[in-house]
C-alpha cells in the first residue's frame, strides 16, 4: 500500500461508508491525513471535473477507483512533489486496490487533467452552484436564506483552520508563553479577543507545545474560548456545564475561577475520558457526571447554565469537512427538536435570576435564533440578556441578532458560533 491507496480507502469508509474523518484518520501517516483532508474540501469541484474527464461513469462497486482519483487530482495541486511523482504514484496505488485493470484510465484522467486544469476548473465552477462553493446545493441553499454573506461563510470553510491556544492563566501570561514559543522556533500572534488567545502560525503536534503536557497551555479555538466571558461569571456561582464533554469550557470555567461549584454532564463515557484526562493535565477539578442531559434530575438549581447543545457543526467544516457529506438536510430539523427539549429541560434547571447560554457551532438559523425564538415565546419566565460586545465587536466577523451572536468562521481566526444569553426572570 502506499499514501494514495489508504486515502483512497478512507475517503472511501468517509463518503460511501459514513464514518468520521478523525476516527479514520487516527492510525494514519500526516501526508494521508493532509490528502484525506485536502480531498474532501474540495471533493465537489474535482467529483465535477473527473466526470467531464470519464468517457463514462465508474461503476458503483469501484467507487474507491473514483476516491483515488479525487486524491490524485488534490495531489498535483498541493503536494510539494512533482506533478508526474503524484501521477505515477496514483497508478501504483490502483494495483495495491486491485484494480490493475485501471492503470491506464488513471494514467490517461490525471494527465489530462494535467493539461487542461485551468480550463476544466473553470467549466466545472460555471456549471455547478456545489463544484462553484464546495459545499452540497441543499446547505448552500440554507445558508444564502440566511445570510447575504453566505459567501464569505462558504470561502472560509474550504480553507485550513488556524490552531488557536488556551493559555492557562492561573499557570503563565500570555506574553511569557509566546516568549516560551519563540525559545522552541514557534511564532504566534495574541488572540483577536481573549486575552487567553494565542493563534500559531501553523499547526503543530501538541507534543511540540511547551509545557502543554504540565498544563501551561490548551487548544481550542477562540470563538469557544469566548463563551467564558459570555457568561457573566462571578466567585461564588453554581454553574452546570451541561453536554460538557471533552471539556474546553469546563477547563476554561475552572481556569477563570478556579473554586467554582462546578458540575459538568456528558452522556457520552468515551468523550468523558478526555475530559477526565483534561482535568488531570490541568491540575484542576470538577464533579463530572456520565448522564444524559435529559436524565438529570439535580435537587439544586444552577446560577448559571453552558448548554453547549449537539449540532450540525456547520460553523466548524474547515476542521472538520467530511460534515459535508455526511450531513443530509433531513439532519437540521431533527438537531432543532433535540435542541428544542434540552434548552427546555436546562432552563427548568436555572435559579431564579439565571442566566442560561446557549450554545451552537452552527451558522444556521434553524438551529439558533429559530430554537431560541420558540422557546422564548413559549416560556413566560424567560427573557434574552443581551450579550456584551463591548470593546471586541470591531474584532470579531459577526452578525447579532434580536437573540443572540452569530459568529461567523474566518480565515485567520475564529471559526463559526452561535451564543444566546437567556435570562430566568425573578418572580
Known sequence: MNDYSISALVLQDVVKGGKSLDKCLEKQTPIVSQICFGSLRNYFLYSKIIEKLLRKPINKKHSDLFNLLIAGLYSIDNLKKPAHACVNESVEAGSFLGKSWAKNLINAVLRNYLRKKTVLTEAAKQASLEAETNHPEWLVSLMKKDWENWRYVVDANNKKGPMTLRINQQRITRLDYQKMLEATQIQSKAGLFCEEALTLDEARNVDMLPGFAEGLVSVQDEGAQIAVSFMNLSPGLKILDACAAPGGKTCHILETYPDSDLISVDKSGERLRLLHDNLKRLSLNAKILNSDLEDFEPKQKFDRILLDAPCSATG??????????????????????????????????????????????????????????????????????KINLLNISGKLQFSRTKLGVQLFPTPEYHDGFYYSSILRKPK
Open 316 to 385: 466548524v467544516i474547515r476542521r472538520h469537512p467530511d460534515i459535508k457529506l455526511l450531513r443530509n438536510p433531513d439532519d437540521i430539523g431533527k438537531l432543532a427538536i433535540q435542541q428544542e427539549k434540552l434548552i427546555e429541560h436546562s432552563f427548568n434547571l436555572l435559579a431564579e435570576g439565571g442566566e442560561l447560554l446557549y450554545v451552537t457551532c452552527s451558522v444556521l438559523k434553524m438551529e439558533n435564533d429559530s430554537v431560541v425564538k420558540k422557546f422564548i415565546s413559549e416560556n413566560s419566565d424567560a427573557e434574552i440578556k
